[in-house]
């Protein structure tokens, strides 16, 4: 299988921190920080001689198995820009992002993107592009730039060192002492007696490098189930404190999403607490969403409002996000004339934001029923409660379409006072329409009523409504206020 010639973007990760931070292997240096760089430690040295140039640094022994879950962390999370996404020597990711540029906005677009990814991850790296993955591959080992042409990557790639191969390795003081210093040099080199001397692998990564053999990858398969986990490096008694380690999650997550085509409706967030004797369980901050999405950047906002609001229990050293909750990714279509106001997406994301800043049972919405009486026509539940327009619409009665009906329904009605024979409020009030007779409710709370629809002096309309008593022979009539129209 011959790989076609596009961009190839490789994102080589590096620790970095300002702290004064060494990390051993061996009793050896293999890498550390820029504060300990202008210490004067270098890699290679033993601890003894970085504990003389830096004595107030902090040492750290390697750890393959975390380097190894942080890497598949930020693959998972880079999975949102191309669905091909290899893993390379060295700790190295090859992302084929040549489908992927007009989707994101060029290649400088992407880049920047995919930097400010790995940034929001914890972690530095070094990003470049060529027309090969190999290519790719040694221009980010070397720091040497991007390549977007074979003729700029041949460019390039002659005069990095040959040491940035690994078959080369073994091989480099011979390298030198025949003269060989770049990986021009060393392609120039009869091709049969390199071989002998050094192997095939090496001729193997050179022509990898320069287009000359087909490459073959394994592209990187996203799980079935999303669950990702990471530990604090400190014990944290603030929960706003711990919107940095979600937004992590989030970002692995929209991978997850992006790769399976996915969107989410309901993620939990676990903050899991000490162990021990005193353990306790996780506490589990849960976000509904009314529409499901696939974008970081609304359910980090949603998981901000929620942590400030939360109460620990005990200190957390470490946070678990799942999804239990998925379905098949629905993207919206553009239309040619956008409604001005926002989409429906931008409408439920506003209320999925309010009902996490003041809760769910505080952002409701109407909920009418088949009942002719006013207070009973509508009830209100929380928003986080799924209403289909078309049952809405099958439970109200036929009749009520045409009828008038305030914008403003009291919780109570007013009682009005009568003055020359007329219902009284502010001013005098004028009749202005028909009758609506209303009788309702006789297996329960039964209402006869007479509605009208009233004007004032000030030219506001009201909605009033005459009690009829049909047990007195001759009725009090009795006039209330029951809703005020726009």
Same mark, same amino acid.
């Given at each position: ?14 620790? #970095?921190? !300002? ?29 003894g001689g970085a504990i003389?140039?830096?004595?107030? #640094?902090?040492? $750290? ?15 998972? %999370? ?21 489908? #992927? ?30 027309? /090969? ?7 980010? @080992? ?26 080369? *390795? ?51 398969? %996203?799980?079935? +189930? ?7 490096? !400190?014990?944290?008694e603030n929960a706003e ?6 937004? @992590? ?9 992006? %790769? ?5 409706? *309901?993620?939990?967030? &676990? ?19 009314? =529409? ?41 279509? %553009? #239309? ?28 409701? $919405?109407?909920?009418? +029923?088949?009942?002719?009486?006013? =207070?009973?026509?509508? /009830? ?10 078309? !049952?809405? @619409? ?21 009682? &009005? ?9 502010? +001013? ?5 329409? /028909? ?6 409710g006789w297996w329960g709370?039964?209402?006869? @009523? !007479? ?24 009725? =009090? ?10």
């Open positions: 299988m011959h790989l076609p010639r596009l961009p190839l973007e490789v994102f080589c990760p590096r620790w #970095s921190t !300002d702290q004064c931070t060494v990390v051993l292997e061996q009793e050896r240096v293999i890498a550390l920080s820029d504060a300990a760089h202008d210490a004067g430690v270098r890699e290679g040295l033993r601890r003389m140039l830096a004595p107030q #640094s902090q040492f $750290q022994q390697r750890s393959p198995p975390l380097e190894a879950e942080a890497l598949q962390a930020v693959a998972l %999370a880079l999975l949102q820009f191309t669905p091909q996404l290899a893993q390379a020597e060295e700790a190295t990711l090859l992302l084929d992002v040549g489908a #992927s540029l007009r989707l994101f906005g060029g290649l400088r677009a992407l880049c920047r993107k995919v930097a400010d990814s790995v940034r929001a991850l914890g972690f530095t790296g070094t990003l470049s592009c060529a027309p /090969t993955a190999r290519g790719a591959w040694l221009l980010a @080992r070397g720091n040497a730039g991007r390549a977007l042409t074979m003729a700029s990557l041949e460019r390039r790639l002659r005069a990095l060192p040959p040491g940035l191969l690994p078959p080369a *390795r073994p091989y480099l003081d011979w390298l030198e002492g025949i003269g060989c210093m770049t990986l021009g040099q060393l392609r120039r080199l009869p091709r049969p007696g390199l071989q002998r001397r050094c192997g095939r692998a090496l001729l193997d990564m050179l022509d990898d490098a320069h287009g000359a053999r087909p490459e073959l990858h394994t592209w990187l398969q %996203a799980p079935a +189930s999303f669950r990702a986990k990471m530990e604090l490096f !400190d014990r944290v404190a711990l919107l940095f380690g979600a937004h @992590r999650l989030v970002l692995q997550l929209t991978g997850w999403l992006s %790769a399976r085509q996915l969107a989410v409706g *309901r993620i939990q967030l &676990l903050l899991e607490h000490e162990r021990g004797r005193t353990a306790c369980a996780p506490t589990v901050v849960e976000v509904a969403l009314a =529409e499901p999405t696939w974008q970081d950047g609304h359910l980090v906002r949603l998981l901000k409002e929620r942590l400030a609001k939360q109460e620990l229990q005990a200190p957390v050293i470490g946070l678990c996000l799942e999804a239990p909750q998925v379905q098949p990714m629905a993207p919206p279509s %553009a #239309s040619l004339f956008p409604e001005p106001g926002g989409s429906k997406e931008d409408w439920q994301r506003l209320l999925e934001l309010l009902a996490a800043r003041l809760g769910p049972e505080n952002v409701l $919405q109407a909920a009418p +029923s088949a009942d002719y009486r006013p =207070e009973h026509a509508n /009830t209100w539940l929380s928003i986080q409660t799924r209403l289909r327009p078309a !049952d809405v @619409r099958a439970q109200l009665p036929p009749d009520m379409g045409s009828l008038p009906r305030p914008a403003w329904l009291l919780a109570k009605p007013i009682p &009005l006072l009568m003055r020359d024979h007329r219902p009284y409020y502010g +001013s005098p009030l004028r009749i202005r329409s /028909t009758g609506e007779r209303i009788e309702a709370a039964m209402q006869t @009523r !007479d509605y009208f629809m009233a004007q004032g002096e000030d030219h506001a309309h009201y909605w009033l409504f005459k009690e009829r008593d049909s047990g007195v022979a001759q009725p =009090e009539t009795r006039w209330y206020l029951h809703g005020l129209f726009g």
